[in-house]
């Protein structure tokens, strides 16, 4: 088969690399229709570290890619849930399918977890074909109503966002500040209009984002000392909820002067080791602090209705569309942000 394999930091090329077999009894093989880019996969093409992971480090072969839909072409015996020809989409990862955590829908917690395309132990998604382990548990048939460019997103980012917002506590009436626009933070911002903030601060250096954002509702800021005083002024001490949705250092670090005393701050964003939090601050501040990965399809039942009643959209977001073929230019412009870029959907075959 075809698929986007990563041979080092930079060079993603469009390659040969051997079908996937179906190796668990419980996985399938899914026929890859549509995949997308994530910001986090840029970690990787820098040659960064995604957990213990140092892609920097000269690392074998694997397809790269959690983010993508497709029809199911082979069941395993214990994959229970599917049957060749449905049209499915995949959570972004999965876990081991058999502790506690696996088999109680926790698989975001299981200490096997991982997410598709980080290594050639889970290949990814950006390919013409891969095995999914777990099915029944990171699979879900595409539901009626939901487009393919929504499918994608429920693969990972509207999951990750509405993971981000409740994390975050906000409540009715209360003030957030969500910083850094990418597609998360786009999503982020309807989720907490959807919740019923009373404002919304949007935060992101790129002007294009700040446009969708403040298309969306939220009151606009570039980052930097200035917005940091707006939001104190225009909130007489600070927002009551951040949603961090970036991991860089200078956002990670505007977040705990932007929050009230008592408030609270979520982070999502994927950290570099030279991210941390300056305990003195969130000590005397009294800021609750929550962090992680979304456990993906535990939240798919809450958002599905949402996009299927055209409350949440997502819409506007993939700002380009191309073909796998091209995966090699499209990393290279995503992570140049050449051209407004916000998302990259890509076609397969
Ligand atoms: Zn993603
Ligand atoms: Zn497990």
Redesign the pocket.
Known sequence: MKALVFNGPRDIRYESYDDPKLEVANGVILKVEKC?I????LHMYHGDNIGSADYGAGVEKFCVG??FIGEVVEVGANAHGFKTGDKVLAA?GTGCGQCDACKTGRAASCRHST?FGLSAGLNGGQAELVQIPNADQCLMKIPEGVSDEQAILL???MA?AAFGIGNSGLVAGQTIAIVGLGPIGLIGVELALLKGASQVFAIDPVPERRVHAAALGATVLAPGKEAIGTVLEATGGGVDCVFEASGAKAAVDSVIPMVRRGGTISFIGLPQHDVTLPMMMLIYKNITVRAGIAPVPQLWSALVPLVQAGRLKAEGLFSHHMSMSDGAEAYRMFDAREDGVVKILMEVG
């Open positions: 997308s994530c910001g986090s996969d959690h983010e972004g997410a693969t990972d980012g990750t």
